[in-house]
């Protein structure tokens, strides 16, 4: 490797070089949607913020799209198709390099998701996007694992400087709907409630249809 001239290794350093930015964007895009679903940001910017997330998202995707692809062209590591696609088959640190992968995959479903919200319904489009974090997880352990710069102190303290924000909007996410919760605990029954035909006071059965119906025929056999 000391004897190799940058154009032996050209796609290396470009398929690393689309994995930080790769991290770096999901990053972002994780902390802008804790920040948003823990009610950080001011409901009027909240609009703006949605937008941001979706590019954050995307730009994250082709991102990680370039980083595999990438590595096709690497002479020394050369994954083939099958160590990019498939998680735990590539040759070199298979554990972390297969994370990755996985990483990738749920990275891609979640972002495309946004787009089918009105088929699969908000309320399940929310609970799956929460799994946002667990992309970050696995994008991380991939960086910190696989990575061949990842044992400079310089790179892992960056690597892991994001690691106390998400903590912390995250607790703060849950202690929020935790609040909520027990402020109004009848919220789950709400619907419900909704669907239930309202209750009948005190005199409306003597209004109801049949009641009704029935006087003429009364009427018509006192007479």
């Not at 409901?43 to 998202?57: G, I, M, N, S």
């Not at 990680?64 to 590539?90: E, K, R, T, V, Y």
């Not at 991380?140 to 790179?155: E, F, M, Q, W, Y």
Request: hydrophobic share 50%; with cysteine; aromatic share 6%.
């Amino acid at each position: 490797m000391s004897h190799a001239t940058p154009a032996n290794y050209v796609f290396w350093l470009m398929s690393r070089s689309a994995g930080m930015v790769a991290l770096l964007l999901i990053t972002c895009s994780v902390l802008l949607g804790l920040a948003m679903a823990a009610r950080v940001i001011p409901p009027r910017r909240k609009r703006d913020a949605v937008r941001v997330h979706e590019h954050l998202a995307l730009m994250g995707l082709v991102a990680i799209a370039a980083h595999g692809l990438l590595l096709l062209g690497d002479a020394w590591l050369h994954p083939g198709l099958q160590g990019i696609a498939l998680p735990f088959s590539m040759g070199y640190r298979p554990l972390w390099t297969g994370l990755g992968i996985i990483g990738g995959y749920l990275a891609a479903a979640l972002g495309l998701s946004f787009y089918l919200r009105k088929q699969i319904g908000a309320r399940l489009w929310r609970r799956l996007h929460r799994f946002t974090v667990v992309v970050y997880v696995l994008g991380l352990g991939h960086a910190l694992g696989a990575g061949t710069d990842a044992s400079i102190p310089a790179v892992r303290i960056a690597l892991l400087s994001s690691v106390a924000p998400i903590l912390f909007l995250l607790v703060l996410r849950l202690l929020r709907e935790r609040a909520r919760t027990h402020t109004n605990p009848d919220s789950k029954l709400q619907p419900a409630r909704a669907l239930a035909p309202p209750r009948a006071r005190s005199g409306d059965h003597a209004r109801s249809p049949r009641v009704a119906s029935a006087r003429p025929a009364e009427s018509a056999t006192r007479a």
